[in-house]
T-cell receptor
Framework: GAVVSQHPSRVICKSGTSVKIECRSL??????MFWYRQFPKQSLMLMATSNEGSKATYEQGVEKDKFLINHASLTLSTLTVTSAHPEDSSFYIC???????????FGPGTRLTVT | SQKIEQNSEALNIQEGKTATLTCNYTNYSPAYLQWYRQDPGRGPVFLLLIRENEKEKRKERLKVTFDTTLKQSLFHITASQPADSATYLC???????????WGAGTKLIIKP
């Protein structure tokens, strides 16, 4: 149980285009979903927290107009990177929290490369 | 602000020995601390959680200790195997209402 999927696993896009990443909780309802980015050999950096049906809460320094988050249902959250630039290239990981507030279940991650 | 320190150098351990990884924090004592495993190009996988009122937690070959006086958690893998090779991340939170704060992880290499 507690499986989280992400799609796509890898994406290459051209500078200036937008990319959407999906995060799904497959066998549980996720009251809260988190979006992280991770650079090589660095820790996970929380970008935003989203609760179903409400606006996402963004961490300081994360542009909400650039990283659009939609948590439309208890099993799906999407992250859209708008007008992507090479510096947005990173590993994006989502996680979901169910009824137990202490446990987060992570997706496999999405490798974004902006050329 | 709270910071987490994990050894940034890779830890090389001979198969069969016990691997011990360290997680130090600098500020407030967290309500709980978690350990995750992360393989290259994959998301973290939850391993163990230990609460502030617990000294030790075990799960199969894994053991976690929590010393709030030293502001430190130790993560042990006994009878280590090459399949245990991965990066191990430490994360903590003030309480369940707060987001996790993450360490950068320690890469563990188990040599056959």
């Amino acid at each position: 149980g507690a499986v989280v999927s992400q799609h796509p696993s890898r994406v290459i896009c051209k500078s200036g285009t937008s990319v959407k990443i999906e995060c799904r909780s497959l066998d549980f309802q996720a009251t809260t979903m988190f979006w992280y980015r991770q650079f090589p050999k660095q820790s996970l950096m929380l970008m935003a927290t989203s609760n179903e049906g409400s606006k996402a809460t963004y961490e300081q320094g994360v542009e909400k107009d650039k990283f659009l988050i939609n948590h439309a249902s208890l099993t799906l959250s999407t992250l859209t990177v708008t007008s992507a630039h090479p510096e947005d290239s990173s590993f994006y990981i989502c996680s979901a929290r169910g009824q137990d507030p202490y446990e987060q279940y992570f997706g496999p991650g999405t490798r974004l490369t902006v050329t | 602000s709270q910071k987490i320190e994990q050894n940034s150098e890779a830890l090389n351990i001979q198969e069969g020995k016990t691997a011990t990884l360290t997680c130090n924090y600098t500020n407030y004592s967290p309500a709980y601390l978690q350990w995750y495993r992360q393989d290259p190009g994959r998301g973290p996988v939850f391993l163990l959680l230990i609460r502030e009122n617990e000294k030790e937690k075990r799960k199969e070959r894994l053991k976690v200790t929590f010393d709030t006086t030293l502001k430190q958690s130790l993560f042990h893998i006994t009878a280590s195997q090459p399949a245990d090779s991965a990066t191990y991340l430490c994360a903590l939170a003030r309480d369940s209402n707060y987001q996790l704060i993450w360490g950068a992880g320690t890469k563990l290499i188990i040599k056959p």
